[in-house]
T-cell receptor, first 112, second 112 residues
Framework: KAGVTQTPRYLIKTRGQQVTLSCSPISGHRSVSWYQQTPGQGLQFLFEYFSETQRNKGNFPGRFSGRQFSNSRSEMNVSTLELGDSALYLC???????????FGSGTQLSVL | ELKVEQNPLFLSMQEGKNYTIYCNYSTTSDRLYWYRQDPGKSLESLFV?????AVKQEGRLMASLDTKARLSTLHITAAVHDLSATYFCAPLTQGGSEKLVFGKGTKLTVNP
């Protein structure tokens, strides 16, 4: 059974650009959550999607957005990138949310 | 808002020794997860603690949950080098939309 797949694995962007990250959950999982991991702030919750609807949102500016498709795949978008957006972005899936999360390998984003 | 405090944040120990990692959280939660992260890797689920007094053991690791004290512990018995990693606790928020809130992590180094 395939795990959570995130693409791309690494990404280098410059300030002001925008970026889209992709996440394919484990087959049958309908909840997808996104987390940002940095050395200073640790793991911070971005948002969660369930059945194409955003069900929960963390304390991030509106530059961070996401969506979920009918096949449960999810994308997150960051517009007008800032240096502080450099981080490991982790996607996690679960059957319905609120239970054990299965994490992908993450996308390491560097903003120059 | 649920806050999570782990201590210690850094732990260096010798092989064969025992130690405990503590996870305190600020508001009611009756479900807590422990994850492990190796350098450059994603998060791997270790334990799910579902009720007050729950205790789970896997190899040299044992986790417990006291919901009244809002405290979880991860006890390491006779540490070995392979346990070197960062360990995160994550209680589940309650009421409304649920999400996992992660502690800052405890970086464990086991020295020969």
């Amino acid at each position: 059974k395939a795990g959570v797949t995130q693409t791309p694995r690494y990404l280098i962007k410059t300030r002001g650009q925008q970026v889209t990250l992709s996440c394919s959950p484990i087959s049958g999982h309908r909840s997808v959550s996104w987390y940002q991991q940095t050395p200073g702030q640790g793991l911070q919750f971005l948002f969660e999607y369930f059945s194409e609807t955003q069900r929960n949102k963390g304390n991030f500016p509106g530059r961070f957005s996401g969506r979920q498709f009918s096949n449960s795949r999810s994308e997150m978008n960051v517009s007008t990138l800032e240096l502080g957006d450099s981080a490991l972005y982790l996607c996690a899936s679960s059957w319905a949310g609120g239970e054990k999360l299965f994490f992908g390998s993450g996308t390491q984003l560097s903003v120059l | 808002e649920l806050k999570v405090e782990q201590n210690p944040l850094f732990l260096s120990m010798q092989e064969g020794k025992n130690y405990t990692i503590y996870c305190n959280y600020s508001t009611t939660s009756d479900r807590l997860y422990w994850y492990r992260q190796d350098p450059g890797k994603s998060l791997e689920s270790l334990f799910v603690l579902l009720s007050n007094g729950a205790v789970k053991q896997e190899g040299r690791l044992m986790a417990s949950l006291d919901t009244k004290a809002r405290l979880s512990t991860l006890h390491i018995t006779a540490a070995v080098h392979d346990l070197s990693a960062t360990y995160f606790c994550a209680p589940l928020t309650q009421g409304g939309s649920e999400k996992l809130v992660f502690g800052k992590g405890t970086k464990l180094t086991v020295n020969p």
